[in-house]
């Protein structure tokens, strides 16, 4: 394991464009092996192949036709990807310009990774090869809504699990933002209904609306991926975790951890190490 580099948006080309594209070999090219966490959302198409990408301690494979997307702050590895071929999209949150395609991309159960359909190819590839189009334009002939709206397109014909899911209910998005805010200092899913101003059923019911999980085990879940970055990544001990986290002692943080992954901390990390 190595420690995360966090990379930022920073388009090339178009100015402040909020969409950008680059081929597999692009990605190889700089891609150090080493473990990421972005910024924005990144986007893959593959047509052939093989490889894989490990994102939060997953692996998912890439193969032909597959499609790959890893959200803003998911820690992700690239692995084997020496003979993938396809397209990498990076673009950031507010890029999609319909009201589905953004409730897509804050969408907490969108899947990492899934087979594009045969029947769905074309029109993916038409959409792809539309939006690649139009961000190879050159700077002064192409409108800054033209990619945006072609993503939107691409994202649509992708159809990632849940892209036909109900709206989500509006309580959880604030809920969301506010636990990544806030789980460091505050581990009761009651807090976080007091500062949203809702009772505590009314969030759980939104959260399991939204998730399958009650507010509670999502908050342990937030904390606990954190606490697995820092251990495999960072190379933290117990105790540093604890006080990066918001624990009273290495010992309270220990309990923690053994009793929502069934392993203490120590034995995680070393496992994690070892793969």
Request: proline share 7%.
């Amino acid at each position: 394991m190595t420690v995360i580099r966090q990379m930022t948006y920073e388009p090339v080309g178009h100015g402040a464009a909020a969409v950008e594209t680059m081929t597999f070999d692009r990605l190889r090219e700089l891609n150090d092996g080493g473990t990421q966490r972005a910024d924005f959302h990144v986007l893959a198409v593959v047509d052939a192949g093989h490889g894989s990408v490990t994102v939060d301690f997953l692996r998912h494979p890439l193969q032909k036709r597959s499609a790959v997307w890893i959200a803003p702050g998911a820690v992700h590895r690239w692995d084997d990807i020496a003979d993938v071929a396809g397209q990498v999209v990076l673009f950031v949150p507010t890029a999609p310009v319909t009201t589905a395609t953004r409730e897509l991309v804050a969408s907490p159960a969108r899947e990492v990774r899934w087979t594009i359909p045969d029947a769905d190819w074309p029109f993916v590839d038409a959409a792809r090869n539309h939006l690649l189009l139009e961000a190879s334009a050159p700077p002064g002939d192409v409108s800054a809504e033209l990619p945006e709206i072609l993503l939107s397109a691409l994202i649509a014909r992708l159809r990632p699990r849940h892209a036909e899911a109900p709206s989500v209910n509006p309580v959880f998005p604030l809920f969301q933002a506010s636990v990544d805010a806030h789980f460091r200092e505050h581990h009761d899913a009651g807090y976080y209904a007091r500062t949203l101003g809702y009772a505590p059923r009314t969030l759980t019911r939104a959260v399991q609306r939204a998730t399958g999980r009650t507010a509670k085990a999502y908050l342990v879940d937030r904390i606990v991926l954190e606490a697995k970055r820092l251990l495999a990544h960072d190379r933290l001990t117990a105790a540093a975790c604890a006080t990066a986290l918001g624990f009273p002692d290495a010992s309270n943080f220990s309990v923690f951890f053994r009793k929502a992954t069934g392993m203490p901390p120590g034995a995680w990390q070393a496992t994690a190490a070892a793969e």
